[in-house]
């Protein structure tokens, strides 16, 4: 499942992470996306779906018409590993393609 980041760790790879911040104590990364519409921010839901399934990595979401509430952690870990960095650095590269 991989090591828990530390803390130094984690504030390494939010700079590196547009809109993301701590949740949860610094168990969680978490960020809200808003789109212009339901369509498109099922359609970031939808390719986002794929890349977590293929990487077998999932996230803790909320969608709420445009908007998508993201929490990411490790829930084996017990908190956030590499395999969250990886997976909101993807939803970010996913959600830059909407124009967010
Ligand atoms: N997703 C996340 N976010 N954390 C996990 O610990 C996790 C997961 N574990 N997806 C995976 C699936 C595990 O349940 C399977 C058996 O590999």
């Not at 610094?26 to 789109?35: H, M, P």
């Not at 017990?78 to 909407?98: P, S, W």
Request: net charge neutral; aromatic share 10%; proline share 2%.
């Amino acid at each position: 499942m991989g090591d828990l980041l530390s803390d130094e760790a984690r504030r390494a790879a939010l700079v590196e992470l547009p809109g993301w911040r701590e949740a949860d104590g610094g168990k969680a990364f978490t960020r809200t996306f808003t789109f212009r519409n339901f369509n498109e921010a099922f359609g970031f839901m939808t390719r986002a779906a794929l890349v977590a399934e293929k990487n077998d990595h999932h996230p803790d979401w909320r969608n709420v018409y445009k908007t998508v509430e993201v929490n990411l952690s490790t829930h084996d870990a017990g908190g956030i590993t590499a395999r969250d960095v990886a997976l909101a650095k993807k939803m970010n590269e996913i959600a830059a393609r909407f124009g967010i």
